[in-house]
């Protein structure tokens, strides 16, 4: 295809246990390199976003794409939106749901980035596949890698994360 000039191979495998892990196989399978971006795009029920906490965010530097500020660091007291942030970490991210007094464990691997998403009412109401008030009832968490990364002639790559409830 004339955007997408290169061969290449997506495989994805699920692993339901005590625990649920996606992993997400990428395979250059042409004579030169190419780039690629991802994010595995993960909606987690929560009580609701305003009683909601991410752990270790307010660490990280992060970019705005609401605001259009980048490079911010500040607390994060909830996860009611409209928020679209991309923080910069990879450490095991704790989505703490106070509401429903549980904590869910996000770990990524060969991911660099974290993107934390809710819609807000307003582009929530915008949106046909939300049903109304559903940004009251999820975050989206996506381990990602939002910067272009290179995958060689012939080699694979695999970015995966893991979740876990306590």
Known sequence: ?????????LKQELIFSASFEQKLYISNLSEQAFEYSAALHSYFAVGTPESTQILPLAEYIFDDKVSGKT???SALNNCLGEIDRIYYGDQ???????????TI?????????????????????????LH???EHEFVC?????????????NETVMIAQKVSLS
């Open 71 to 73: 490079q911010q660091l």
């Open 105 to 129: 464990k996000v770990s990524s691997s060969n991911c660099q980035q974290w993107v934390l998403w809710n819609p807000g009412v307003a582009l929530a109401n915008n949106m046909k596949d």
């Open 92 to 102: 095991t991210c704790s989505i703490i749901d106070e509401q429903w007094q549980r």
């Open 132 to 134: 109304l008030g559903a």
């Open 141 to 153: 968490l996506e381990a990602a890698n939002t910067q272009a990364q290179t995958i060689p002639a």
């Open 1 to 9: 295809h004339p955007l997408w000039p290169f061969k290449y191979q």
